[in-house]
C-alpha cells in the first residue's frame, strides 16, 4: 500500500478519462497531462491507460508499506526518495517504509505545474463508467470521489513485484516544444462562432499573449488579455462542449474548458485547442503566458500523428532496457 502523508490539496487518482460518457452529462476527467500519464504507464511495462497521481500542488509526501517501482513523470519537482535526489522521467525502485517526497516544480521557463506519480501495474481503484479517473464535480470515480487526503491509502497493483529500473526518457517538452516568439504555445482550431467576433479581436487573439489567471483549475482556465468582442451580442442555447473548447462570456475575456470539465455551455465558441496539444496546457502554471497559433484539421491530424509516433518510439526505448526485444 502506499499511504498518502500530505494533505496538499488536489492530488487526485486519474488515468487517461472517462471517454464516451459524454451522452450521459458525464464529463471525461483523466490526467491533465495525458502524455507524462502514457510515459510513466510505458516506463514501468503498465497498460497506457493505467491510472496514477496527479500531483498539482507541493510539496507532497508518500510512504510506500511495500517495494514498489515508480516511475515520475510531468513537471520536474526535485524528487527525493528518504535523502536520494531522484531524476525526473526515469524509473525508480522504492523499498518498504521509503518516503517519496515531491519539492517545488524546477526548470525556469520550462518549468511544469503537475508531476505524475506513476506505479507499477497502477493504481488499483474500482473502475466506474470505464475509468478510474476522479470526477471532482460528481464526487465519484479514483478515491472516494475526491482529492487524497492525508492518510488516504492506494493499493498498487504490481506492487512487490520484480520491474527494470534505471532508466528513463527525454521529456516532451524538449522532444517535442512549440513556441511563438519565445513564449510557450499551442495550437488552436477556430470554431462555430469565430467569425462573429470583430476583426480586430480575432487578430488580438492569435497576435497577443494570454496570461492564465488564479481562476483556472482542472474545469477550465481563465486567461487575461485583450477582451474579445463580438460583432453583435449572441445568445445561445446550451450546447454540448468538450476539453479544449475556447469559450467568451460577456467579459470578453476566454475560458478554455479543462479536463474537469461540464459537458454542456452557452457561451459562444471561439476555438479549439487540438487535442495534441492538451498536455502542453495541462502543464502551464498559473501565471505564465502563452500564445495561440492557428492551426487546420490536416495540421491539427499530423500534430496527433506526432505525438503517437513519439510514445511509440519511447515503447520501443523501454521495450530494449526491459529486455522485451530480445528475440
Known amino acids: 500500500m ?6 496538499a490539496a488536489l492530488a487526485t487518482v486519474q488515468d487517461l478519462g472517462r471517454t464516451g460518457s459524454l451522452r450521459w452529462g458525464v464529463g471525461t476527467s483523466g490526467a491533465m497531462d495525458n502524455l507524462a500519464l502514457a510515459a510513466g504507464n510505458l516506463l514501468l511495462g503498465n497498460a497506457l491507460g493505467a491510472a496514477a497521481v496527479e500531483v498539482p500542488v507541493f510539496p507532497f509526501k508518500v510512504r510506500f508499506g511495500e517495494d514498489c517501482a515508480f516511475a515520475l513523470t510531468g513537471a520536474d519537482c526535485a524528487a527525493r526518495l528518504d535523502d536520494q535526489p531522484l531524476l525526473p522521467w526515469w524509473v525508480h525502485q522504492a523499498r518498504a517504509g521509503q ?5 517545488l516544480p524546477q526548470g525556469g521557463a520550462q518549468r511544469g ?4 506519480l506513476c506505479v507499477a501495474g497502477g493504481i488499483d481503484v474500482p473502475e466506474v463508467l470505464g475509468s478510474r479517473s476522479t470526477q ?23 506492487a512487490g513485484t520484480a520491474s527494470r529500473t534505471g532508466f528513463g526518457l527525454v521529456p516532451p517538452a524538449l522532444a517535442l516544444p512549440l513556441a511563438r516568439d519565445g513564449v510557450a504555445a499551442v495550437r488552436v482550431l477556430p470554431a462555430a462562432e469565430y467569425m462573429a467576433f470583430e476583426p480586430a479581436s480575432r487578430d488580438a487573439f492569435w497576435s497577443g499573449e494570454w496570461k492564465i489567471t488564479p481562476q483556472s483549475d482542472r474545469y477550465g482556465y481563465r486567461l487575461d488579455g485583450e477582451p474579445l468582442r463580438p460583432i453583435a451580442p449572441m445568445e445561445l442555447r446550451s ?12 467579459s470578453g475575456q476566454p475560458i478554455i474548458q479543462m479536463r474537469d470539465a461540464q459537458p454542456s455551455g452557452g457561451y459562444p465558441k471561439f476555438g479549439t485547442v487540438i487535442e495534441a496539444d492538451m498536455w502542453r496546457l495541462g502543464q502551464a502554471p498559473i501565471g505564465s503566458r502563452m500564445r495561440f497559433i492557428e492551426t487546420t484539421w490536416d495540421e491539427a491530424l499530423a500534430a496527433l500523428d506526432e505525438v503517437r509516433a513519439w510514445l ?8 530494449l532496457h526491459r529486455g522485451a526485444a530480445r528475440v
Do not use: C, W, Y
Open 113 to 116: 505545474s503537475r508531476a505524475m
Open 136 to 158: 471532482l464535480r460528481g464526487a465519484f470515480g479514483g478515491h472516494e470521489g475526491r482529492a487524497l487526503q492525508r492518510g488516504d491509502m492506494l493499493r498498487a497493483a504490481g
Open 312 to 319: 511509440d518510439k519511447v515503447a520501443r526505448v523501454v521495450a
Open 99 to 103: 518516503v517519496l517526497t515531491l519539492g
Open 2 to 7: 502506499i499511504e498518502i502523508l500530505s494533505s
Open 239 to 250: 450546447h454540448g462542449i468538450v476539453p479544449g473548447v475556447i469559450q467568451v462570456p460577456h
